[in-house]
């Protein structure tokens, strides 16, 4: 069993920073691949971004990349470097675990067994 608990969402200005973090209770996380989602008030949850089980590969949406930045580190966290925030950034992020075979396994749609309760990202023109 994988319980994830996200954190550090909240209220920002355009252009600002956040950094989301994900607390995974897994026996085995360097099996899992890693990723965020988000769902905004209205539309169907996207990817946002993806790592590797070991790290060594990144994956990104169109539309975060160059501004975001996932990571993940060996005490069983992930990470969501936010930054140039924009209003449409605004929505639920969610952590995500996939178990994975494959070191370079970058997953960026259904292949994800474990979800996060989510945490809210309100940025504000």
């Known amino acids: 069993q994988v319980q994830l608990v996200e954190s550090g969402g909240g209220l920002v200005q355009a252009g600002g920073s956040l950094r989301l973090s994900c607390a995974a209770s897994?026996?085995?996380?360097?099996?899992?691949?890693m990723g965020w989602f988000r769902q905004a008030p209205g539309k169907e949850r996207e990817f946002v971004a993806s790592i590797s089980r070991g790290g060594g590969r990144t994956y990104y949406a169109d539309s975060v990349k160059g501004r975001f930045t996932i990571s993940r580190d060996n005490a069983k966290m992930v990470y969501l470097q936010m930054n140039s925030l924009k209003p449409e950034d605004t929505a639920v992020y969610y952590c995500?675990?996939?178990?994975?075979?494959?070191?370079?396994?970058?997953?960026?749609?259904?292949?994800?067994?474990?979800w996060g309760q989510g945490t809210q990202v309100t940025v504000s023109s």
């Open positions: 995500a675990a996939a178990y994975s075979g494959g070191l370079g396994y970058v997953p960026s749609g259904n292949e994800y067994d474990y």
């Open positions: 897994v026996r085995t996380f360097s099996s899992y691949a």
